[in-house]
């Protein structure tokens, strides 16, 4: 196992720069995710880990060496492709067999590692069929066992549960976390799937436009948003933002905008400038009440209602701002309601409209 370091890494394709200088450490025996939008560069990232895309300046690390200039198959990782790259003439055994024979690894050494991580996969009764004779979910055990075989330093994944329906993506996902725990490799794993990053990711790196925007753990990411885009990418459904002004009637401060007027407590309020955007998560939205002066409340006009059984999603208008609700399911809500919903003020949010950057 080895820790993972990028410095200052960039990668421009001719004129156009899909990585801006990104520094990331990935601690040895974690699990890290890079998510975000399509093109954010998180797949050239990991290409560029793996030695499969040249780096155009900055050093990657791998354990204590700088491997800019080693070739991917001496950079002693495995990856784990979106669309599992299986030798379809080759049954499962040679599949995860392929790559040690071309090290020249011993036969009974061979045999105890593929049996090994085809137990450990689920998949020993599979040995002898070919990619064709196997399910989504299978074949993808395949392409991890292959990688698992290899016993490499760091795992690199990319997007590997994206070709599987939804209920199949869950089952891996917790199979992945399952295998990461017992093998405790080195692993960055890029998707564009938030859920994916919170649930998998001892450390999340959010990435856009080239920029990782936070790298922390999940909790951290979800409770402490860097800024506007983590807060809006992290989190479903999004966090609600409304635009608000700060304002002091008799010594108290205020964040007034259409629909509410939320009390900012003394501690909070110094330094923050006139013009603000609110964040709200709609699990931090509670109600319907009818208590028309109770403390931190917002006025809102129900356009859509998902009864989910778990769950009651309310989609409304807050003034000309749509914001989305995640209320107690026994609710009976209809479309044209007028609701006033209490706001967990202490999990409020506030960001600079200019910068988008929190403010907390
Ligand atoms: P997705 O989730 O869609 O795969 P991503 O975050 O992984 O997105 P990348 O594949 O890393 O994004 O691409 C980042 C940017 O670099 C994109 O704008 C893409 O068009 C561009 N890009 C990637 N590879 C090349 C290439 N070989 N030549 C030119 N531009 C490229």
């Keep these: 196992m080895a820790e993972v370091v990028l410095t ?49 300046s900055g050093e990657i690390r791998i354990g204590e060496r700088v491997v800019n200039n080693v070739p991917p198959k001496d950079r002693d990782i495995a990856m784990v492709f979106q669309n599992y790259a299986l030798y379809p003439h080759m049954d499962v055994y040679n599949n995860m067999a392929f790559g ?3 090290r020249k690894i ?19 009764n599979k ?41 199949l993506r869950v089952q891996m996902r917790t199979e992945l976390e399952q295998l990461h725990h017992r093998l405790k ?6 998707t564009h799937d938030q859920v994916e990053a919170m649930t998998l990711g001892d450390r999340i790196a959010v990435m856009r436009d080239g920029v990782i925007h936070q790298y922390d753990s999940p909790k951290q990411t979800y409770d402490h948003p860097a800024d506007r885009f983590v807060a809006g990418f992290i989190g479903s459904p999004a966090m609600n933002f409304l635009p608000a002004t700060v304002t002091s009637e008799d010594g108290k401060v205020f964040v007034v905008g259409d629909g509410f ?22 699990e931090d939205l509670d109600g319907p009440i ?11 006009t129900v356009t ?29 809500i209809h479309i044209d309601d007028k609701i006033r919903l209490k706001v967990d003020l202490n999990r409020m949010h506030l960001f600079d409209p200019e910068s988008d950057k929190t403010i907390f």
């Design 8 to 56: 200052k890494v960039v990668k421009k394709f001719g004129d156009f720069t899909a990585v801006k200088g990104i520094d990331l450490t990935v601690e040895d025996g974690k699990f890290t995710v890079l998510v975000g939008p399509s093109g954010c560069g998180k797949t050239t990232t990991l290409r560029m880990i793996a030695g499969l895309e040249e780096v155009t």
């Design 100 to 102: 040690l024979k071309l």
């Design 106 to 124: 011993s036969k009974d050494e061979i045999q105890r590692r593929v049996n090994q991580a085809a137990a450990l996969l689920g998949i020993e």
């Design 127 to 167: 040995l002898k069929s070919k990619p064709r004779e196997l399910s989504g979910g299978q074949r993808q055990r395949v392409a991890v066992g292959r990688a698992i075989v290899r016993d490499p330093k760091v795992f690199l994944f990319d997007e590997p549960l994206s070709n599987l329906d939804a209920k």
């Design 185 to 190: 490799t080195t692993t960055i794993y890029v």
């Design 261 to 282: 007027r939320f009390p900012l407590p003394a501690e909070k309020a110094s330094g923050v400038p006139n013009k603000v955007v609110v964040g709200i998560r709609p």
């Design 290 to 300: 009818t208590d028309e002066n109770a403390d931190g409340t917002l006025e809102a």
């Design 304 to 332: 859509v209602t998902e009864q989910l059984g778990s769950e009651l999603l309310v989609y409304a208008a807050c003034g000309n701002e749509a914001i989305v609700a995640n209320l107690d399911p026994h609710h009976v």
